[in-house]
């Protein structure tokens, strides 16, 4: 029997378990936490669209074995929440049973897939092994009229930092001498206009950088199919491009689906104040997993400025809950956005109404130091670590650095 399992090695997850972990240290109990996931690192996700995506890892035993949390490297089959149990598939196929106390989710989203003719062909940037097949592409493109014309398809957070960052890494791969090798990126968009969940905004200062940076707006269409080397759209256009990548729309973990309980269009499970689910009793949800109120009218986003707060906050109920201290409310930091333009800046807004803070160059450290420092976790310090791992402590300063 384990007190606390957790499901999931990433943002949530690894937060879940230091939480956990805090309060145990803090009353001197005995709770065993389990954290269980596939791999052997933390994949910082919100950097997979930046060039060399391999080294977007974190080993998850350099933060857990210093804080006394076990990690089980195997990938969840089944959850059994009347019965508390889970059962789990390690390296060598064979199967693991769990029973526990308390159940973190926390095993994040899914790209939906694309459905479409030749989905085959299409990369994405959602996993860490997808990225890395996509970044080998780029880096070994054969002669011919589609090598260096790539298209984004979605343009959301994801698709736009996709989009904006490949003009820079094309023209990095590409022959400035040959007029041939130029780079062309087309983004295209279902909606009639870009970032259409970013709302009015920041669209502007996107809307600039996409033009400095040459990219092509396609609105209010999509792709109707792909085939090696060309790609065909829904108003019937083609076009010859090597690199098509689908960036429309996630989906919280199918594992979501056992869980008995209320989903939300993004398959995410309702949860209460405290992050439990409310009809599964002992299991909490966090991360990509969760439909949690961020503020009054508002929902969390599936986004590291959420997933980290999720984390701790059911991190520590789960142990609080086990110890019969008071549960916290999860309160999350006033939300905040910054998206990357590549070698146009960014753009930072505060808020819901995501009100434009600043663009450019001041915009881009401030995502330079959220994404290479900010998000990154302490290691190996098991003080420092549980420190950061309450919920009252913001996402770490920019001076903190691995
Ligand atoms: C390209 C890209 C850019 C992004 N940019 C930003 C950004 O700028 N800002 C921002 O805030 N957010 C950004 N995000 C979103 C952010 O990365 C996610 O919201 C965040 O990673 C969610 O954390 P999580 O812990 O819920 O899930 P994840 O980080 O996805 O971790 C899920 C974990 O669960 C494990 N898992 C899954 N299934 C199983 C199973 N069956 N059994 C065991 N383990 C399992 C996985 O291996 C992984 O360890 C971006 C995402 C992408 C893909």
């Not at 669209?49 to 076990?70: N, W």
């Not at 990690?71 to 390690?90: F, K, L, Q």
């Not at 968009?189 to 970032?195: H, L, N, T, V, Y």
């Not at 707060?309 to 086990?322: I, T």
């Amino acid at each position: 029997m384990v007190d606390i399992l957790i499901i999931g090695g990433g943002f949530a997850g690894v937060w879940s378990a230091a939480a956990a972990a805090r309060v145990r240290a803090e009353t001197g109990s005995d709770l065993s936490i389990t954290l269980i996931a596939p791999g052997k690192d933390l994949v910082i996700r919100p950097r997979l669209y930046e060039a060399d995506p391999d080294r977007m890892r974190v080993p998850l035993d350099r933060f857990l074995t210093p804080i006394g949390v076990r990690h089980v490297p195997a990938t969840v089959s089944s959850i059994d929440a009347g019965n508390r149990t889970v059962t789990a598939i390690d390296r060598g196929g064979r199967p693991l049973d769990f029973r526990y106390r308390r159940l973190v989710l926390a095993t994040g989203s899914r790209l939906r897939p694309a459905g479409i003719p030749g989905a085959e062909h299409l990369h994405d940037v959602d996993t860490i092994e997808r990225a890395v097949a996509l970044d080998r592409h780029l880096r070994g493109l054969p002669e011919g009229p589609g090598r260096r014309t790539a298209v984004v398809v979605g343009a959301g957070f994801t698709g736009l930092e996709v989009a904006t960052e490949l003009a820079g890494r094309l023209a990095a791969l590409a022959d400035p001498a040959d007029p041939a090798d130029r780079p062309r990126v087309v983004l295209v968009e279902r909606a009639g206009e870009i970032g259409p969940d970013l709302g009015p905004g920041p669209r502007p200062a996107i809307a600039a950088a996409l033009d400095r940076l040459g990219i092509e707006v396609r609105l209010g269409q999509s792709i109707a199919s792909v085939a090696p080397g060309a790609v065909s759209f829904t108003d019937g256009t083609e076009l010859a491009a090597d690199t098509v990548i689908w960036t429309a729309g996630v989906q919280a973990s199918p594992l979501t689906a056992q869980i008995p309980g209320r989903r939300d269009a993004l398959g995410r499970l309702q949860v209460d104040g405290h992050l439990h689910v409310p009809e599964a009793p002992g299991v909490l949800a966090a991360g990509d997993t969760a439909a949690a109120t961020a503020e009054p009218g508002h929902l969390v986003l599936q986004c590291c400025q959420h997933a980290i707060p999720l984390g701790k906050y059911a991190g520590h109920n789960a142990a609080a809950g086990l110890l019969g201290l008071p549960l916290a409310t999860f309160d999350p930091a006033p939300y905040a956005t910054c998206v990357d333009l590549g070698g146009a800046g960014a753009v930072l807004t505060s808020g819901w109404e995501r009100t434009v803070l600043s663009t450019g160059d001041a915009a881009k450290q401030r995502k330079i130091a959220t994404n290479q420092e900010r998000i990154y976790p302490p290691l190996d310090d098991a003080a420092e670590i549980l420190r950061a791992a309450d919920y009252r402590v913001g996402i770490r300063p920019p001076a903190a650095r691995i």
